[in-house]
C-alpha cells in the first residue's frame, strides 16, 4: 500500500509507448530528501513534497520520440541543479533547473536525435562538468552550459548512463548500430574525437545496449540484452572476461547493481543471477522469484535489495 497519491495534472497521451518495455511514466522519480522529482517528458516536470503535494511544475514543451519509444530519461541533482536531457525527433536539449522553484538556469540545444542516456556531473581540477551521451559525447559546464568539450564515435539509440572514474576519466557507452565504448580522460577541450591524448581506449566488443554498465573497485561490469557478460579495467580497457554466458538463455533491460562483494542481475525471465566481482567470472546463484519479469534495475538501500517486476515489488533483506 502506498503513503500517497497524486495525479499532478490529467492529460492525453500525445503517442504510445514500446508496448512491452514501456509506460507513459518510465522515467525514475528522484529526491533529494526534501523533494520527489517526476519527469513526465512532454507533460511536464512536477516536484512534490514528501506528503505529495505539489510545490511546482515545469511545462518542457512536446516530445517525439523515435519509433515511440518513450520519454525515459530520468533527471539528476547536483546542488540546487536539476538536469534534464531531452534528446528527441526535433529539437534537441538538456536544461537545468533550479530545484527549489522549477525556473531556469541555462538551455544547450543539441543535434541529436532520439536517446535516453541519463547524465552525470563530475568535479575536475576545481570545475563542475555535465558529462552527456548519445552519438557524441559532450561535457558542459554546470554553472553556465558553456560547452568544454566533446567526442563522437558512439551509435544511435544511446540508453546506458555515463560512468565517472574517479573524477579522472568517464565512460560512454552504446549497444546499438555501431556500437561503441568511449573512455575520455577529462582536462580537454574542443573536439576531441580523435585525440590520442585524451581518448583512453574504446571498445566494440559486447557493449550494453538497453542496461547500464556498474563500475566497482576499478573494474567496469557491463551486460548485453542477449546476456552475455563482460569486465574490463575501467582505465585501460584490458579485458578480464569478455562475454561469458549465463547459466540459461537470459534477456536483459535491468541494469546490473554491485553490493557487498556481488553483482545482482534481474532477468526479463524472471530470476535474478548473483555473480562475484572481481576479475574471474564466477556465478554464485541463480535466485528464482516466480512467473515475473524484470525489467527495472535492483536497488540496494542499506542491507536490503529491492526488486520491481512488472507486477509486483519485492524486498530481499540481508539480515
Excluded at 314 to 319: L, Q, W
Aim: a negative charge.
Amino acid at each position: 500500500m502506498g503513503l500517497w497519491v497524486s495525479n499532478g495534472n490529467r492529460h492525453g497521451a500525445h503517442e504510445g509507448h514500446h508496448a512491452q518495455y514501456g509506460s507513459f511514466a518510465s522515467n525514475s522519480p528522484i529526491t533529494d530528501g526534501e523533494t520527489l522529482y517526476v519527469n513526465f517528458g512532454s507533460r511536464g516536470m512536477y516536484a512534490f513534497d514528501l506528503e505529495g503535494n505539489l510545490k511546482w511544475k515545469k511545462d518542457l514543451g512536446q516530445l517525439q520520440m523515435r519509433l515511440a519509444f518513450g520519454e525515459g530519461i530520468a533527471p539528476i541533482i547536483h546542488g540546487n541543479h536539476l538536469v534534464i536531457q531531452n534528446d528527441h525527433e526535433g529539437e534537441s536539449y538538456i536544461v537545468v533547473l533550479d530545484k527549489r522553484d522549477g525556473k531556469e538556469i541555462w538551455r544547450a540545444g543539441r543535434e541529436e536525435r532520439s536517446s535516453w542516456p541519463q547524465p552525470i556531473v563530475v568535479e575536475h581540477e576545481g570545475r563542475k562538468q555535465l558529462v552527456t551521451s548519445s552519438t557524441r559525447v559532450r561535457s558542459y559546464d554546470l554553472e553556465t552550459g558553456e560547452l568544454i568539450w566533446e567526442a563522437g564515435g558512439l551509435g544511435g539509440n544511446a540508453i546506458p548512463a555515463v560512468v565517472n572514474v574517479d573524477n579522472e576519466m568517464v565512460i560512454a557507452m552504446t549497444g546499438w548500430r555501431d556500437a561503441n565504448a568511449l573512455a575520455i580522460k577529462l582536462g580537454g577541450s574542443g573536439d576531441l574525437t580523435d585525440s590520442t591524448d585524451y581518448i583512453a581506449w574504446s571498445n566494440q566488443r559486447g557493449n550494453s545496449y538497453t542496461a547500464s554498465p556498474v563500475l566497482h573497485d576499478g573494474i567496469l561490469y557491463f551486460i548485453t540484452d542477449r546476456g552475455m557478460v563482460s569486465a574490463v579495467d575501467a582505465k585501460s580497457g584490458e579485458p578480464f572476461y569478455v562475454q561469458q554466458r549465463l547459466p540459461e538463455v537470459y534477456s536483459f533491460k535491468a541494469s546490473p547493481v554491485a553490493a557487498n562483494g556481488k553483482l545482482y542481475l534481474a532477468t526479463e525471465q524472471g530470476d535474478v543471477v548473483v555473480l562475484k566481482l572481481g576479475k574471474t567470472y564466477e556465478v554464485l546463484a541463480t535466485n528464482e522469484m516466480g512467473d515475473e519479469m524484470f525489467v527495472s534495475s535492483p536497488v540496494v538501500v542499506g542491507g536490503d535489495l529491492f526488486l520491481r517486476s512488472q507486477n509486483e515489488l519485492f524486498c530481499i533483506s540481508g539480515d
